[in-house]
């Protein structure tokens, strides 16, 4: 039987970085835009890697893209993009940092016609799963079942990320 990850997060130490993240991330809504992008961006680079290796790097990456402020990534130039790929800190991965760089630059786009990126997601609240797929394969790079999925149930616009029995899903339902 698998294991849960309120399961597994559960019997984590009090100081793991998963431990932490189940309770004080994982599943809690986010509202600020580059908040919003910051988890895209970790969810994208955890793409065939560990999602504990992306936690214990999620500092490194708050440095490496300007706390995740979208109006900067968008303007990266190439000298940026060459220093990315230089920063042993991050996942230097060319196909995921240009993922980072040309989302940003769609969500300026998003955030001019929605207002932000957090009102163009509530707009597209009630689709399904598969609807969000699409809509963020059409809209996104790098944005497979798996990334979307995460990203939505990470966000609190897809549910399942708690278990009804876990003390954090009813910290989250008061929300």
């Excluded at 394969?137 to 278990?163: D, P």
Aim: charged share 20%.
């Amino acid at each position: 039987m698998v294991q849960s990850y309120c399961q597994y997060a559960l019997n984590e130490p009090e100081d793991s970085v998963h431990k932490r993240y189940h309770d004080t991330e994982y599943g809690f809504p986010l509202t600020d835009d580059n908040q919003l992008f910051c988890r895209l961006v970790l969810e994208i680079n955890q793409a065939g890697l560990s999602w504990t290796t992306i936690l214990k790097k999620a500092a490194n990456f708050h440095a490496a893209y300007d706390n995740f402020e979208i109006a900067k990534v968008a303007n990266y130039t190439e000298a940026d993009h060459l220093r990315l790929m230089a920063d042993a800190g991050i996942i230097r991965n060319r196909l995921k940092i240009n993922a980072a760089i040309v989302n940003a630059q769609r969500l300026l786009v998003i955030q001019q016609e929605f207002g932000s990126f957090k009102n163009w997601l509530d707009n597209h609240r009630s689709l399904t799963k598969e609807q969000w797929t699409k809509l963020f394969k059409k809209t996104f790079l790098f944005t497979g079942g798996e990334i979307v999925n995460e990203f939505l149930m990470s966000t609190a616009y897809l549910s399942g990320a708690h278990e009804e029995t876990c003390p954090i899903y009813a910290n989250i339902a008061r929300l």
